[in-house]
């Protein structure tokens, strides 16, 4: 029984991969519509059968609880939901009802590709060549297997057919010369990778990798200028960095490779890979190569396209491109890392999770993968599991900051405001003892917990050393005016602090509302009133500030809009506390009378607001 003529089909296996992996959105409805339709498909299925279809000898293999229209569904709701692991499952079920659909065949060879099984995904690869022979992804993904496989002849004939568009054909050039390399053509893979001109992201491309291949092919000379004129173009970039940097200590310039590594700003000091080089380098170890064999060439050339990508906006190339570079070194640390960062930003920690779990912990991104790690099992809602794994990093890493602070985070997300700031307290004591530079916001968030623990002086003091280290920043001159305001001090600095917020901030609806509530604390209403309906034009959802518009709505006499207003407020969910008085007013409403912390002022201008 073949799947009906109904089976929606793509436009081409990039649309695909976009709509299976990299941003599909379904709402419930949608699934509702997905659920409709696979009732269709059931319909037909049975009519077929009623009619007398035989079953292939595939389909009778099947186990029967793995069924054509649960499976289409399972499949469905997989590639909602990002779960490629499940999608890539589902849709080999499909291929046993239905081995010989075109349709299922590239819906499963993206699922499985995008879920990194490279081999699984060749095999179907094969399959479309033979019904396309110029699809390029399926060129690609076998390319890329015959380049493991050490058949560099075979890769060659596979990466010289081409591409459809620039990206397929500079994805082919680099490919291509890794595959040359391989065969000990260095000198005519420079020259294949020089072909590559136009943007500037593809020009540091070209010049990391011809200096990878001169490096690994003993041309010293040509490796140090290309890794010199990628630096040149990108001194940012810590992969160029490292390269340039192991390339002087390897060839007997070791003082000019650590004054590059200490040259470096403190942020990218702190980079792991930078910083244990950096060690390495101090401690008289031996440097190796960044590049150590054509493989890695290989996978670090599709790092460094799913990198340029990236940038672009496009995370569809970049799923793939990472995928295929893991298949070629499944030690890639910074590929492990850039395609959890794209899984997170899918929503899909756990598959994130998956990955930081095959870091060993001799990598130097290890700790960093940990910490990452936490917060997602934060947000999967394994809670205890985030704290025992972030105590368990702050015992193996006493000397680190980021870990006790990283707790402190999780704690101040789940309002646990006491803990936060015994985890702050570590962080900045760490960071003290080592000499690191401590940004603002670590004072910033043990002010915050500080204030919300009823600890005032102590959060006034954290909010002023978060100023000094950054005197304009926007988050904490609105916090800290707005509590002014809020206990009546320093009302002439605290206004200043918030109008200085809102002219950086114009658009962020709490900080306009903090602005808003402070000149309702001073009695006037008017003013208020205008900062307070901009405030929820930008933050319509938030209840603190459908609260307080129902306060000045009240003030100024318009009474049904401040009911409406309240309700609204408690229909979001508010805290506790603020919910108590919520209900008050919408009994009750205002007092008749209100006295302002001070006497009204003379009006000023709105400006910033």
Same mark, same amino acid.
């Given at each position: 029984?073949?799947?009906?003529?109904?089976?929606?089909?793509?436009?081409?296996?990039?649309?695909?991969?976009?709509?299976?992996?990299?941003?599909?959105?379904?709402?419930?409805?949608?699934?509702?519509?997905?659920?409709?339709?696979?009732?269709?498909?059931?319909?037909?299925?049975?009519?077929?059968?009623?009619?007398?279809?035989?079953?292939?000898?595939?389909?009778?293999?099947?186990?029967?609880?793995?069924?054509?229209?649960?499976?289409?569904?399972?499949?469905?709701?997989?590639?909602?939901?990002?779960?490629?692991?499940?999608?890539?499952?589902?849709?080999?079920? %499909?291929?046993?009802?239905?081995?010989? #659909?075109? $349709?299922?065949?590239? !819906?499963?060879?993206? @699922? =499985?590709? *995008? +879920?990194?099984?490279?081999?699984?995904?060749?095999?179907?690869?094969?399959?479309?060549?033979?019904?396309?022979?110029?699809?390029?992804?399926?060129?690609?993904?076998?390319?890329?297997?015959?380049?493991?496989?050490?058949?560099?002849?075979?890769?060659?004939?596979?990466?010289?057919?081409?591409?459809?568009?620039?990206?397929?054909?500079?994805?082919?050039?680099?490919?291509?010369?890794?595959?040359?390399?391989?065969?000990?053509?260095?000198?005519?893979?420079?020259?294949?990778?020089?072909?590559?001109?136009?943007?500037?992201?593809?020009?540091?491309?070209?010049?990391?990798?011809?200096?990878? %291949?001169?490096?690994?092919?003993?041309? #010293?000379? $040509?490796?140090?200028? !290309?890794?010199?004129? @990628? =630096?040149? *173009? +990108?001194?940012?970039?810590?992969?160029?960095?490292?390269?340039?940097?192991?390339?002087?200590?390897?060839?007997?310039?070791?003082?000019?490779?650590?004054?590059?590594?200490?040259?470096?700003?403190?942020?990218?000091?702190?980079?792991?890979?930078?910083?244990?080089?950096?060690?390495?380098?101090?401690?008289?170890?031996?440097?190796?190569?960044?590049?150590?064999?054509?493989?890695?060439?290989?996978?670090?050339?599709?790092?460094?396209?799913?990198?340029?990508?990236?940038?672009?906006?496009?995370?569809?190339?970049?799923?793939?491109?990472?995928?295929?570079?893991?298949?070629?070194?499944?030690?890639?640390?910074?590929?492990?890392?850039?395609?959890?960062?794209?899984?997170? !930003?899918?929503?899909?920690?756990?598959? *994130?999770?998956?990955?930081?779990?095959?870091?060993?912990?001799?990598?130097?991104?290890?700790?960093?993968?940990?910490?990452?790690?936490?917060?997602?099992?934060?947000?999967?809602?394994?809670?205890?599991?985030?704290?025992?794994?972030?105590?368990?990093?702050?015992?193996?890493?006493?000397?680190?900051?980021?870990?006790?602070?990283?707790?402190?985070?999780?704690?101040?997300?789940?309002?646990?405001?006491?803990?936060?700031?015994?985890?702050?307290?570590?962080?900045?004591?760490?960071?003290?003892?080592?000499?690191?530079?401590?940004?603002?916001?670590?004072?910033?968030?043990?002010?915050?917990?500080?204030?919300?623990?009823?600890?005032?002086?102590?959060?006034?003091?954290?909010? !002023?050393?978060?100023?000094?280290?950054?005197?304009?920043?926007?988050?904490?001159?609105?916090?800290?005016?707005?509590?002014?305001?809020?206990?009546?001090?320093?009302?002439?600095?605290?206004?200043?602090?918030?109008?200085?917020?809102?002219?950086?901030?114009?658009?962020?609806?709490?900080?306009?509302?903090?602005?808003?509530?402070?000149?309702?604390?001073?009695?006037?209403?008017?003013?208020?009133?205008?900062?307070?309906?901009?405030?929820?034009?930008?933050?319509?959802?938030?209840?603190?500030?459908?609260?307080?518009?129902?306060?000045?709505?009240?003030?100024?006499?318009?009474?049904?809009?401040?009911?409406?207003?309240?309700?609204?407020?408690?229909?979001?969910?508010?805290?506790?506390?603020?919910?108590?008085?919520?209900?008050?007013?919408?009994?009750?409403?205002?007092?008749?009378?209100?006295?302002?912390?001070?006497?009204?002022?003379?009006?000023?201008?709105?400006?910033?607001?």
């Amino acid at each position: 029984m073949s799947l009906p003529a109904k089976f929606p089909a793509a436009s081409g296996l990039i649309r695909s991969f976009r709509s299976c992996v990299a941003g599909l959105k379904v709402a419930s409805t949608a699934c509702a519509v997905a659920a409709v339709f696979v009732l269709a498909v059931v319909s037909d299925a049975n009519a077929l059968q009623a009619n007398g279809s035989a079953k292939s000898q595939t389909e009778k293999a099947a186990p029967e609880k793995y069924t054509l229209s649960g499976s289409y569904l399972a499949a469905t709701i997989a590639v909602a939901d990002h779960d490629t692991s499940a999608a890539a499952f589902y849709y080999r079920k %499909l291929l046993l009802h239905d081995p010989r #659909n075109n $349709e299922l065949v590239e !819906r499963a060879f993206i @699922a =499985y590709l *995008a +879920d990194g099984d490279i081999a699984y995904a060749a095999g179907l690869a094969e399959r479309m060549l033979v019904r396309d022979p110029g699809n390029s992804l399926s060129q690609l993904v076998l390319g890329v297997r015959a380049l493991g496989n050490k058949q560099y002849d075979k890769a060659k004939s596979l990466l010289n057919r081409g591409g459809r568009g620039r990206q397929a054909d500079v994805t082919a050039t680099l490919l291509y010369a890794w595959a040359q390399a391989g065969s000990g053509q260095f000198k005519q893979a420079i020259e294949t990778v020089d072909r590559l001109k136009g943007e500037d992201s593809f020009s540091i491309i070209r010049d990391l990798n011809a200096g990878f %291949l001169a490096d690994l092919g003993g041309m #010293n000379e $040509e490796a140090e200028r !290309r890794y010199r004129a @990628a =630096y040149q *173009a +990108d001194p940012r970039t810590m992969r160029i960095v490292d390269a340039l940097g192991r390339f002087l200590a390897r060839t007997g310039r070791m003082q000019e490779a650590l004054a590059l590594y200490d040259g470096l700003d403190k942020g990218m000091r702190r980079n792991p890979m930078l910083s244990n080089s950096a060690r390495t380098l101090k401690s008289g170890l031996p440097v190796t190569r960044s590049i150590a064999s054509v493989k890695s060439g290989a996978a670090e050339a599709l790092y460094g396209l799913a990198m340029a990508g990236g940038r672009d906006g496009d995370e569809t190339a970049s799923l793939i491109y990472l995928r295929l570079a893991l298949a070629l070194d499944s030690e890639h640390e910074l590929a492990v890392i850039a395609l959890c960062d794209i899984y997170e !930003r899918l929503k899909t920690p756990q598959e *994130a999770n998956k990955l930081y779990d095959t870091m060993p912990a001799s990598t130097p991104f290890y700790r960093t993968a940990q910490l990452q790690k936490a917060l997602n099992l934060e947000q999967m809602g394994e809670s205890d599991k985030a704290v025992a794994l972030l105590e368990s990093l702050t015992r193996d890493y006493p000397k680190d900051y980021e870990v006790p602070s990283t707790l402190g985070t999780l704690y101040r997300s789940r309002k646990d405001f006491a803990k936060a700031a015994e985890a702050y307290d570590k962080a900045l004591a760490a960071a003290t003892a080592n000499g690191d530079d401590v940004s603002w916001s670590l004072y910033y968030f043990r002010g915050i917990a500080h204030e919300r623990t009823k600890q005032w002086p102590k959060a006034e003091k954290d909010f !002023r050393q978060a100023l000094a280290l950054q005197p304009d920043q926007a988050l904490v001159l609105n916090y800290l005016g707005y509590s002014w305001v809020d206990q009546g001090i320093n009302l002439d600095e605290a206004f200043g602090m918030l109008r200085k917020a809102v002219e950086q901030r114009p658009r962020d609806g709490y900080i306009v509302d903090s602005l808003g509530w402070a000149f309702y604390r001073l009695g006037r209403y008017d003013e208020a009133l205008r900062f307070l309906e901009r405030a929820l034009e930008l933050r319509a959802s938030d209840p603190t500030i459908n609260d307080h518009l129902g306060d000045v709505y009240w003030r100024v006499g318009r009474k049904i809009e401040a009911g409406f207003q309240w309700n609204h407020a408690r229909d979001l969910k508010p805290e506790a506390d603020d919910l108590v008085e919520i209900l008050k007013k919408i009994e009750h409403g205002l007092p008749d009378e209100v006295k302002p912390i001070v006497p009204p002022a003379p009006a000023q201008s709105g400006k910033g607001g």
